[in-house]
């Protein structure tokens, strides 16, 4: 039986939607020299992490082109940002990277706080740096467990979830939400943190830590997990640089960059001795899974330094008093963020309403993905799984 995700029937003549076309290049005398096929990988197909579909053109079992195709997915975000005002547009913020909800409410806020010139209380800040990192962990340890099952290793993904269970206990407690948190408010959180909470988080925090020692035993560990990613999807520095490539993908080829410490916000500023910025030069499946796993360590460390300082810090207010209806005087700004899969980016522009005159959104997925026209010829289809799964992408994250 076929896979229904992927296409492969060879047609004589045009490329029909769902399908794969036969493209025959005919030499001196009319006789056929080679066949190159057209598949379509998705738009629905297991190795995706949703809707997106790859469109290759194959010469025997080496890609020689791809092209991603995108917007199965899109729902307008960006457009229903103009009709939403500065509360509600944290809701549409919330969702395009499922993985990553709260780190997508604080570029928002951050950005409608900058229009205003507000300053969100001390307390905030810290709280808000915790739970963005937290937040970074649970989205590292979905890929670090799901990555693998592409390739064939289902053990790993049932630890990544009981380790992300211990996370996502402290973050629905705080919050109330599994996945989208909306805990985020213009001017600082929604309220403060439950009593002993900080205890809870500090021992959910060291039991994930205990348990990272897994996935080098068992996957970096592993000779077929290095065997399939090692050598395979090399990503260039210059790549990166030219597609705007960001995140983890980027720091595993060499491109030392990250917002937290080149371009501090929150409370990154005080956290210089604790974070640790990973990267690696070989650009490749393997370096990428490395740094992915590094990142989670640090992430580790700075929720500790956090919770530390929240522990020393005095009782106070985590928001400012708001007027009842929100507006942003005239002008423009951009708010950028670390994201865990990338930069961030939200442009927004102001006419003095209630709502934004325009907000556009920068996502990290996107750009990470356009890449893969260039990452994935020369290869052979049968990377083609593993250099897609190691680009770490969210597909509601590309579409918007």
Same mark, same amino acid.
């Given at each position: 039986?076929?896979?229904?995700?992927?296409?492969?029937? +060879?047609?004589?003549?045009?490329?029909? +939607?769902?399908?794969? /076309?036969?493209?025959?290049?005919?030499?001196?005398?009319? /006789?056929?020299?080679?066949?190159?096929?057209?598949?379509?990988?998705?738009?629905?197909? +297991?190795?995706?992490?949703?809707?997106?579909?790859?469109?290759?053109?194959?010469?025997?079992?080496?890609?020689?082109?791809?092209?991603?195709?995108?917007?199965?997915?899109?729902?307008?975000?960006?457009?229903?940002?103009?009709?939403?005002?500065?509360?509600?547009?944290?809701?549409?913020?919330?969702?395009?990277?499922?993985?990553?909800?709260?780190?997508?409410?604080?570029?928002?806020?951050?950005?409608?706080?900058?229009?205003?010139?507000?300053? #969100?209380?001390?307390?905030? =800040?810290?709280?808000?740096?915790?739970?963005?990192?937290?937040?970074? #962990? *649970?989205?590292?340890?979905?890929?670090?467990?799901?990555? &693998?099952?592409?390739?064939?290793?289902?053990?790993?993904?049932?630890?990544?979830?009981?380790?992300?269970?211990?996370?996502?206990?402290?973050?629905?407690?705080?919050?109330?939400?599994?996945?989208?948190?909306?805990?985020?408010? =213009?001017?600082?959180?929604?309220?403060? *943190? &439950?009593?002993?909470?900080?205890?809870?988080?500090?021992?959910? =925090?060291?039991?994930?830590?205990?348990?990272?020692?897994?996935?080098?035993?068992?996957?970096?560990?592993?000779?077929?997990?290095?065997?399939?990613?090692?050598? =395979?999807?090399?990503?260039?520095?210059?790549?990166?640089?030219?597609?705007?490539?960001?995140?983890?993908? /980027?720091?595993?080829?060499?491109?030392?960059?990250?917002?937290?410490?080149?371009?501090?916000? *929150? /409370?990154?500023?005080?956290?210089?001795?604790?974070?640790?910025?990973?990267?690696?030069?070989?650009?490749?499946?393997?370096?990428?899974?490395?740094?992915?796993?590094?990142?989670?360590?640090?992430?580790?460390?700075?929720?500790?330094?956090?919770?530390?300082?929240?522990?020393?810090?005095?009782?106070?207010? #985590?928001?400012?008093? *708001?007027?009842?209806?929100?507006?942003?005087?005239?002008?423009?700004?951009?708010?950028?963020?670390?994201? &865990?899969?990338?930069?961030?980016?939200?442009?927004?522009?102001?006419?003095?309403?209630?709502?934004?005159?325009?907000?556009?959104?920068?996502?990290?997925?996107?750009?990470?993905?356009?890449?893969?026209?260039?990452?994935?010829?020369?290869?052979?289809?049968?990377?083609?799984?593993?250099?897609?799964?190691?680009?770490?992408?969210?597909?509601?994250?590309?579409?918007?």
């Amino acid at each position: 039986m076929s896979d229904p995700g992927t296409n492969a029937e +060879p047609a004589a003549s045009a490329e029909r +939607p769902g399908s794969a /076309a036969a493209v025959t290049t005919v030499g001196i005398g009319g /006789a056929a020299e080679s066949t190159d096929m057209v598949l379509n990988i998705g738009p629905q197909h +297991p190795s995706t992490h949703g809707v997106l579909r790859l469109r290759l053109v194959l010469d025997g079992e080496r890609i020689s082109a791809a092209e991603p195709v995108v917007g199965y997915m899109h729902r307008g975000a960006e457009k229903l940002f103009e009709a939403r005002d500065y509360r509600q547009i944290i809701v549409l913020a919330n969702r395009h990277d499922w993985l990553s909800a709260f780190s997508n409410e604080l570029g928002v806020v951050m950005a409608v706080e900058r229009m205003l010139g507000m300053e #969100v209380p001390e307390r905030a =800040v810290w709280a808000r740096t915790l739970l963005a990192e937290l937040n970074r #962990v *649970l989205n590292h340890l979905m890929f670090i467990g799901s990555y &693998p099952l592409e390739l064939g290793a289902i053990t790993p993904m049932f630890h990544a979830f009981t380790e992300r269970e211990d996370l996502q206990r402290v973050m629905e407690e705080v919050s109330g939400g599994r996945i989208h948190y909306m805990f985020n408010r =213009v001017g600082g959180l929604k309220e403060d *943190l &439950p009593a002993g909470w900080l205890g809870r988080t500090r021992q959910a =925090v060291a039991a994930v830590r205990a348990k990272l020692g897994t996935y080098d035993r068992l996957v970096l560990g592993n000779e077929i997990f290095r065997g399939r990613t090692r050598g =395979v999807g090399v990503l260039a520095p210059e790549a990166v640089h030219a597609y705007g490539v960001s995140g983890p993908i /980027a720091r595993a080829s060499g491109v030392d960059f990250d917002l937290r410490r080149d371009e501090p916000y *929150l /409370a990154y500023g005080e956290l210089a001795d604790v974070l640790r910025v990973v990267t690696r030069a070989e650009g490749d499946c393997l370096a990428r899974f490395e740094v992915l796993l590094e990142q989670t360590r640090n992430s580790l460390d700075l929720a500790d330094a956090c919770l530390d300082r929240l522990a020393g810090l005095p009782p106070g207010p #985590v928001n400012q008093r *708001l007027p009842k209806v929100l507006k942003a005087p005239e002008g423009a700004t951009y708010a950028w963020t670390e994201n &865990p899969l990338g930069i961030n980016g939200y442009y927004l522009v102001s006419k003095g309403e209630k709502t934004p005159y325009r907000l556009k959104l920068r996502s990290a997925s996107y750009n990470n993905v356009q890449v893969l026209s260039e990452l994935l010829p020369g290869t052979l289809v049968a990377d083609m799984v593993a250099i897609l799964g190691s680009m770490f992408f969210v597909v509601g994250d590309i579409d918007k």
